[in-house]
């Protein structure tokens, strides 16, 4: 992505869409939103997340989700609920909008160094300068989400300690209201919901600082926000090149995807896309899988501390 980067600066950002085939217009469009950003707006996530991932797609509703990575193995067990007077499984979180959720739930609490998180207005108005839909039938699948993530269970087992996390994400429900008069709004409660203990120690342990711009240009593509906080995490910490395989990428992120074949395609598109939204991302692609190379954080460290 370093040449549509170099593109943008010497072009600019119309010429430079201009200059590049179609299909990579989109990446133009994200770097260049990176780029232009006037205020550096910081975003929070769990070091746990930056290297495995949640599922992309649903599951069945009683499967526990196993994701191993190359440090840590992640495992999650889904909730219950009562319906009809039967305890049925209701499915692990998966997609772009727990992912979202999750960025929204855990930079909040780290920015105020509190448990206590405030939803209603805030939570609303976030979505909205991610650019994501709060209305309808985006409502709807917010609200899904929110409840399996208000119930699951979460374990991280770190692969190099005799570390092994485990931890509900968020004390009690993590009700969502219901949707407006008008049809368009969703309406959330105003109220505050508390993250776990053991999630906030964990976090607050183990923080890793993105850039919201970054969330915003991702919002809607689960692996490229994937690609991207595992970029984050990883490329500032190497003291040298290192090369990672497209099996060990298959294992961290393919998840879902039956053969090496079809991930292969949809990972390079994610990638490119991530890559797009960190300007000073050093990797190289090749038919191996990636060169990952020692590079400046998304957020200057002396701006996250």
Not at 36 to 65: M, N, Q
Not at 144 to 156: G, K, N, P, V, Y
Request: proline share 7%; with cysteine.
């Amino acid at each position: 992505m370093a040449e549509i980067h170099d593109l943008i600066i010497h072009h600019g950002a119309e010429r430079a869409r201009e200059m590049v085939p179609a299909e990579q217009r989109r990446y133009v469009d994200i770097a260049a939103a990176l780029m232009e950003e006037e205020r550096l707006a910081i975003g929070i996530t769990y070091a746990g997340f930056c290297l495995t991932s949640l599922p992309h797609k649903p599951r069945p509703p009683d499967e526990v989700w196993t994701r191993p990575g190359a440090r840590v193995t992640l495992m999650i067990a889904p909730g219950h609920v009562r319906d009809q007077g039967k305890t049925v499984p209701i499915g692990v979180p998966y997609g772009a909008r727990a992912r979202m959720i999750l960025f929204y739930l855990q930079s909040e609490a780290l920015k105020r160094s509190t448990r206590e998180v405030v939803l209603g207005r805030s939570m609303n108005e976030w979505f909205g300068r991610m650019g994501v839909s709060v209305g309808g039938t985006s409502f709807a699948a917010i609200r899904d989400q929110a409840r399996r993530i208000s119930r699951c269970i979460l374990t991280f087992d770190w692969n190099d300690s005799a570390d092994h996390v485990q931890f509900g994400i968020v004390d009690g429900a993590f009700n969502l209201g219901g949707e407006a008069a008008d049809g368009r709004q969703g309406k959330l409660f105003e109220e505050v919901v508390h993250l776990s203990e053991g999630f906030y120690a964990a976090l607050r342990d183990h923080p890793v600082p993105v850039r919201d711009t970054a969330l915003k240009e991702l919002c809607s593509q689960s692996m490229a926000l994937d690609a991207y906080v595992w970029l984050a995490y990883r490329l500032h910490s190497l003291s040298k090149p290192m090369p990672i395989s497209w099996p060990a990428l298959y294992q961290q992120f393919g998840g879902g995807f039956a053969q090496m074949k079809h991930f292969k395609p949809r990972f390079v598109e994610s990638l490119r896309a991530a890559l797009a939204a960190y300007p000073e991302a050093r990797v190289d692609l090749d038919s191996n899988g990636l060169v990952l190379i020692p590079s400046p954080p998304p957020v200057p460290k002396l701006t996250a501390a």
